[in-house]
């Protein structure tokens, strides 16, 4: 038997063999969310474009209070300012630029304006709730570099450049195939209790969208060889990777992994990781391709872990390790494994931190431990955990956006 491959080093060969597969191509902000960045985008603007009041209040020369000083002028959000006059105040609103001569606003709170003379009751000093000019973002400077996967916070900044359209990498196109003869599709009746339903198609289709990918349905393919290898011909001739879900063991029954050896090239591994050692990856033509194992806790550990790095770099994404966060372990592994155990866990607070609480079940088979799960605990190889203990922690919610 082959030793069992740590993750580390399962996932360098697998980004060790991406090249960013997908074309650049201009989409509208609006529909460029969890798209890639296909360039740096340069700001050829300042922004905010001017020095701004950050208060409803008095724009004055700080040197000029507490007053009492003639108001002015009038400057709403958006109006365009006249120079101060000497040893006067303007009555301004937040977001308006400051008229220039001022150097401070004074909030409305500490003012009084009476009969058109306004006395300020604060100490104030040259700057005060003025927003800089560039203070965001200057002109010439990075504001999102290419590989960048595109968030709402990250469309808001584009637009405050004045962006409309972004060159982002086209999505890909991900193909899934769920093998095994004992699946039926929910909608349809079970004939007879040794069938199942297939959840694996449902789980990946949700976690290929929220990648911002094409969810490609290669629907269920018959444990043959004949059907294998025509459903895994037809799912690489239409996408950019081709997924399965079961089938990657070395049963008799299991024929994905000689199909693709024939029409391609695999490896085959046995992850050292629990749940989802059997793990397969390779080519079939030209088209990369992950087989996942079949049990379906097992299916979303290792897509989140393996396919899913894997699927962001081939998007030309520059960043796909997700943050690992601290947490006390709310339970005890007193027995050291062999494998890197995925612990399906809530996290709550506690004190000053988090407390993991695992989920009573941790069958592979078991998704109900996914789903009324929201982090994953990592045990690694040959340790044990006692209560208390400081345990690295996966938030799912990262994972499956
Ligand atoms: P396999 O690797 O094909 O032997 O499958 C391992 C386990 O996962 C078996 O219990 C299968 O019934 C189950 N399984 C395989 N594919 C699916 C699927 N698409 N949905 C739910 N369970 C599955
Ligand atoms: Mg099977």
Redesign the pocket.
């Known amino acids: 038997m082959s030793a069992l491959l740590p993750l580390a080093e399962a996932l360098e060969r697998v980004l060790g063999a991406v090249t960013a597969v997908a074309g650049v191509e201009t989409r509208s902000l609006i529909a460029a969310r969890g798209c890639v960045l296909g360039e740096d985008i340069i700001s050829a603007v300042d922004v905010p474009p001017s020095d701004n009041s950050a208060m409803d209040g008095y724009a004055l020369r700080a040197a000029d209070a507490p007053g009492p000083l003639a108001v002015s002028q009038r400057v709403p959000a958006g109006a365009v300012p006249a120079a101060l006059a000497a040893g006067t105040a303007a009555r301004i609103f937040t977001g308006a630029a400051v008229p220039p001569g001022a150097d401070a606003v004074v909030m409305q709170e500490d003012c009084a304006e009476v009969d058109g003379r306004v006395t300020i009751a604060a100490t104030v000093a040259s700057g005060d709730n003025i927003r800089r000019r560039g203070q965001d973002i200057a002109r010439g400077e990075m504001a999102l570099s290419r590989g960048r996967r595109l968030r709402p916070q990250d469309m808001g900044l584009l637009a405050s450049l004045g962006l409309a359209s972004v060159p982002v990498f086209r999505p890909l196109r991900v193909a899934v195939l769920?093998?095994?003869d004992?699946?039926v599709e929910p909608g349809d009746a079970l004939a007879h209790e040794s069938q199942?339903?297939?959840?694996?198609?449902y789980?990946l289709a949700g976690l290929i969208t929220a990648l911002g990918c094409e969810f490609v349905d290669g629907g269920?393919v018959r444990?043959t060889p004949e059907d294998t290898a025509q459903a895994l011909s037809a799912a690489a001739a239409q996408a950019d990777c081709v997924i399965t879900?079961?089938?990657?063991?070395v049963?008799e029954?299991?024929h994905v992994k000689a199909q693709v050896e024939r029409l391609g090239q695999l490896d085959l591994w046995k992850l050292a990781i629990k749940p989802g050692k059997?793990l397969a990856f390779g080519r079939i033509g030209d088209t990369p391709f992950i087989g996942l194992?079949?049990?379906?806790s097992?299916?979303f550990v290792t897509f989140c872990l393996v396919a899913r790095p894997f699927l962001l770099r081939l998007q030309g994404c520059a960043d796909t390790a997700p943050p690992r966060l601290l947490a006390r372990a709310g339970f005890a592994v007193p027995r050291p494994g062999s494998r890197q155990d995925y612990l399906r866990v809530t996290l709550r607070r506690e004190g000053d931190g988090l407390v993991a609480e695992r989920f009573p079940n941790q069958s592979?088979?078991v998704?109900s431990s996914v789903s009324h799960s929201n982090a994953l605990a990592v045990v690694p190889p040959g340790s044990v955990v006692a209560e208390g203990d400081r345990v690295e922690v996966l938030l799912l919610d990262l994972l499956t956006a």
């Open positions: 769920c093998t095994g004992e699946l199942i339903y297939n959840s694996n198609r789980t269920i444990d879900s079961g089938g990657v063991s049963g029954e299991d059997p194992p079949g049990n379906p097992s299916v592979s088979g998704l």
